[in-house]
Structures are given as structure tokens and as C-alpha cells.
């Protein structure tokens, strides 16, 4: 608050003359003795240092999740894992009155990480698991299921599912038993 020059008594802040003993403010006075206005605060800078330290802590996250990623699929634990390469051909033979060979040529990788789906009689899938194939010759193996009766010049169907990633990599609906 103004304070009048001459009585030294509190004014009003726009009173152009004192209350008390008439003496003439001027603005400059007036002015003078306001109380300083509150500047406005400038934006928060994130200086270098933060910046440096959430850059790591993102980098490092990265890391991590790749490493996670690659200890997975060198353990075999699905998701990002690729099938085996190679052309993949099947066909089916009778073996007796109720069981079905099927042949496998492929181009080779781990018959363990393969599944194979093979329908039945009664139209359901039988699952075999590459585990219990045998290994005729290099690129060649064979697996023995029960299909039911008379199994010559039927057709089945056969999935072979690559099991780290679930990833079907053969399907067949029209494979004639010889």
C-alpha cells in the first residue's frame, strides 16, 4: 500500500489526494510503494542428467525383453521359434486290417519338435507325436497308427503342427490310404 509523503499515514491506491492532510498524491508515489507484482515461474526444464538416466532405463528395458525373446526360443518355449525348412511330402499305406503307415519325406531338422494329426474311422484326430517316428533313412520316417477297419482307399486327413510355435506347417484333407 501508498504511504503519503508528507503525514506518512496509509492511502488508498487510487486516491490522488491523503485523507488526512489533503497533500496531492502523484502516481510515481503511487507506483513506487505498490509491492512488486509475482513474476510468472518459467516451464520446468528436464535437464541432461533425467534425460541421460530415463534414455538407460529405456535401453535397458529393450535389452532385457530381447533376451527374454532369445532364451525362450533356444529353450524352445513357443512363440518365436521357425519350423524346420524343407518340402514336406506324405502318403499313406494299409498295414493289416486296421492300421495305417504314413510316410514322411522332409528335408530334414528335429522330428521332436512335430506333432502329427491323423483322422480315424470315426472321422476324429489321432495326435502322434514326433518322438515315436521312425527314422527310415536321412529324410525319410514313418508312423504307425491305429485307424480302424479296412483302411485301404480311404482318405484321411493329416496336420503336422510345428509344437514351439503351434504353427501349422502341413495340412491335408485328401490323402488316399494305398
Not at 487510487?14 to 509491492?35: I, M, N, Q, W, Y
Not at 492300421?99 to 531338422?109: D, M, S
Not at 517316428?133 to 508312423?143: D, K, M, P, R
Request: proline share 7%; aromatic share 6%; charged share 20%.
Amino acid at each position: 500500500m501508498p504511504y503519503c509523503k508528507k503525514c506518512g499515514r496509509e492511502l488508498e491506491r487510487d486516491t490522488k489526494f491523503c485523507p488526512h492532510c489533503g497533500t496531492r498524491v502523484s502516481v510515481k508515489a503511487l507506483r513506487a510503494t505498490e509491492e512488486p507484482k509475482a513474476r510468472p515461474e518459467a516451464p520446468h526444464k528436464i535437464g541432461k542428467p533425467v534425460i541421460a538416466v530415463i534414455a538407460s532405463v529405456a535401453i535397458a528395458v529393450v535389452i532385457i525383453i530381447i533376451l527374454a525373446v532369445y532364451v525362450r526360443s533356444e529353450r524352445g518355449e513357443g512363440g518365436g521359434a521357425a519350423p524346420p525348412p524343407g518340402q514336406i511330402t506324405i502318403w499313406a499305406e494299409a498295414q493289416g486290417n486296421q492300421n495305417v503307415v504314413i510316410w514322411i519325406e522332409h528335408g530334414g531338422g528335429a522330428l521332436n519338435d512335430l506333432e502329427l494329426r491323423a483322422s480315424n474311422s470315426s472321422g476324429e484326430m489321432v495326435t502322434i507325436d514326433g518322438a515315436e517316428w521312425t527314422i527310415v533313412s536321412s529324410g525319410l520316417s514313418s508312423v504307425t497308427y491305429v485307424y480302424g477297419p479296412n483302411p485301404q482307399g480311404k482318405v484321411i486327413t493329416v496336420y503336422i503342427i510345428y509344437k514351439p510355435s503351434h504353427q501349422k506347417i502341413f495340412a491335408s484333407s485328401s490323402i488316399v490310404v494305398r
